[in-house]
Nanobody
């Protein structure tokens, strides 16, 4: 059973940066896609970014050019680097891998 643990969230001012991590218990197969989602209060969960087994990445239009998804299979960890954060990025961020969700980490962008 795969388990995911996110970390790295917090409070940051607009324009700031955060790096989220998603630690995967057990082996992180290079053959599975990993995704980062977010859910703001009163809104549906939305896909933010995904990285395929081959390293191909995709992003929501709202974060293109600001967020970067990556993975380190040797460390069983995925990452989401978030730069130039905006108040509208405030949400709980979840990683997804092999049909399993992490518990989420809160990101709050506010001055």
């Amino acid at each position: 059973q795969v388990q995911l643990v996110e970390s790295g969230g917090g409070l940051v001012q607009p324009g700031g940066s955060l790096r989220l991590s998603c630690a995967v218990s057990g082996s992180m197969s290079r053959f599975n896609t990993m995704g980062w989602y977010r859910q703001a209060p009163g809104k549906e969960r939305e896909l933010v970014a995904a990285i395929s087994s081959g390293g191909s990445t995709s992003y929501a239009d709202s974060v293109k050019g600001r967020f970067t998804i990556s993975r380190d299979n040797a460390k069983n960890t995925g990452y989401l680097q978030m730069n130039n954060l905006k108040p509208e990025d405030t949400a709980v961020y979840y990683c997804w891998y092999r049909n399993v969700w992490g518990q989420g980490t809160q990101v709050t962008v506010s001055s």
